[in-house]
């Protein structure tokens, strides 16, 4: 076996039972024995409460070249690979979400109850009334009902989904988020395991 192609996964999620990590676990590789390279151990997993763990390519390389020394090992794309181990769920923590879906629930009305306090929506509408009928109505269900509905239909245009079904397969605006978040989030981690690794070496 001469040559090696080896492309690190960017993000791995693993269940917790896993003893350890393979190559094939979080690797794609390109060899003429790529069965036996993929069978590798790379990464032996402890019972140190961490969640995720940053593989660098070159341990991987490692690794390989151990088994096979007479190889030349090739990086095709990223120099690191997240690991994340999947936690079990809880009573707990099922609370907590429950709880923090609450509070954004009744957080989001009173935002929506607040600004239409604040522009006096209320007087708006009745004013669009008058002009538009040429009577006095305090209560013009018949602007307040649809623009409650298109408040909702709004919502749900903006961010895309249906519950769980996406309208197109465009991402919201909150997707966006979430993945330039979860982006940082990993450049983040893999700094943070170079700066210790750094700290080791010396």
């Known amino acids: 076996m001469s040559e090696i192609y080896i492309q690190l996964k960017n993000k791995v999620q693993i269940d ?3 003893q350890e990590l393979l190559v094939r676990d979080i690797a794609k590789i390109t060899a003429s024995d ?11 997993l402890t019972n140190d409460g961490k969640s995720t763990i940053i ?3 070159i341990d991987v390389i490692k690794k390989i070249q151990r088994q ?7 990086i095709v794309g990223t120099d690191y690979a997240i690991v994340q181990i999947k936690q079990q769920k809880s009573k707990a923590s099922m609370l907590l979400v ?13 935002t929506i109850i607040n600004f239409h306090e604040d522009v006096d929506m209320s007087a708006a509408h009745q004013k669009l009334h008058y002009y538009l009928t040429g009577e006095t109505n305090e209560n013009p269900y018949w602007l307040q009902i649809p623009y409650s509905i298109g408040i ?8 895309n989904h249906v519950f769980k079904k996406k309208i197109n397969k465009e991402p919201s605006p ?28 010396s």
């Open 16 to 18: 917790r039972s896993k």
């Open 34 to 44: 790529a069965c036996i390279v993929e069978k590798i151990k790379v990464y032996t």
């Open 55 to 57: 593989i660098s390519v």
């Open 68 to 74: 096979f020394p007479d190889s030349t090992v090739n």
């Open 98 to 110: 429950a709880l923090a879906w609450a509070v954004l629930y009744f957080g989001a009305g009173l």
């Open 152 to 159: 909702g239909l709004g919502m749900i245009v903006f961010f």
């Open 174 to 201: 909150l997707e966006v988020e979430m993945f330039l978040y979860q982006d940082n989030i990993d450049k983040y981690l893999i700094r943070d395991s170079k700066s210790a690794k750094n700290k080791d070496d």
